[in-house]
């Protein structure tokens, strides 16, 4: 158990649709990273937030958008879902090192979010 | 451009074999850190090492050992005497200044008894 937690574990909509998924870190851990893994991507950066602020963003749609709320959680919003947004979502974070760059810290996964859209 | 490149798609072995899974980074960064990740059938990523690019000493982990050279931009990853606990698909990541990870396609392993 790597203490980044999940949910919902498994969601099915269908296209058009709006979904919610919810990460909550490790405790003490200030980075959230969101990936994507699909079948034909793989495994995919798709958005980072510090400390409530958003760090960098990789190869994220504009129909997805994130946030990280004070108490440190973070939700990946995907609106008007398509058939090729079906794929396992995953959530990790990384503990800041005092001094340290934020890079230095490996990142721990939560068990994902595997989102099927009909 | 970063790239991580797992040549071998998929591998197959017999229980207590050797085998090496093969891992090429590419990136213009001069500090940069370098993750094997393995996924269960389960699904989830379990972190297995972590590497700096300042640090080319080989690492040894009971039945893992990690090889980096810089020289050729590989970090590759063996298992001594697999089992068929070993049986996942593994990757290998490339992280940069900012933080996040670059994937290889994953290597599925199979350890069949």
């Known amino acids: 158990d790597s203490g980044v937690t999940q949910t919902p574990k498994h969601l099915i909509t269908a296209t058009g649709q709006r979904v919610t998924l919810r990460c909550s870190p490790r405790?003490?851990?200030?980075?959230v990273y969101w990936y994507q893994q699909s079948l034909d991507q793989g495994l995919q950066f798709l958005i980072q937030?510090?400390?409530?602020?958003?760090?960098a963003k990789g190869n994220i749609l504009e129909r997805f958008s994130a946030q990280q709320f004070p108490d440190l959680h973070s939700e990946l919003n995907l609106s008007s879902l398509e058939l090729g947004d079906s794929a396992l979502y995953f959530c990790?974070?990384?503990?800041?090192?005092?001094?340290?760059?934020?890079?230095?810290?490996?990142?721990?996964f939560g068990p994902g979010t595997r989102l099927t859209v009909l | 451009a970063q790239k991580v490149t797992q040549a071998q798609t998929e591998i197959s072995v017999v229980e207590k074999e050797d085998v090496t899974l093969d891992c090429v980074y590419e990136?213009?960064?001069?500090?940069?850190?370098l993750f094997w990740y393995k996924q269960p059938p389960s699904g989830e990523l379990v972190f297995l090492i972590r590497?700096?690019?300042?640090?080319?000493q080989n690492e040894i982990s009971g039945r893992y050992s990690w090889n980096f050279q810089k020289s050729t931009s590989s970090f590759n990853f063996t298992i001594t005497a697999s089992q068929v606990v070993d049986s996942a698909v593994y990757f290998c990541a490339l992280k940069m200044e900012g933080g996040k990870l670059i994937f290889g396609q994953g290597t599925e392993l199979s350890v069949k008894p």
């Open positions: 937030y510090y400390n409530g602020e958003e760090r």
């Open positions: 990136t213009r960064d001069t500090t940069y850190y």
């Open positions: 590497r700096n690019s300042f640090d080319e």
């Open positions: 990790a974070s990384s503990v800041s090192l005092a001094g340290a760059p934020p890079s230095y810290n490996e990142q721990f």
């Open positions: 405790s003490g851990d200030l980075s």
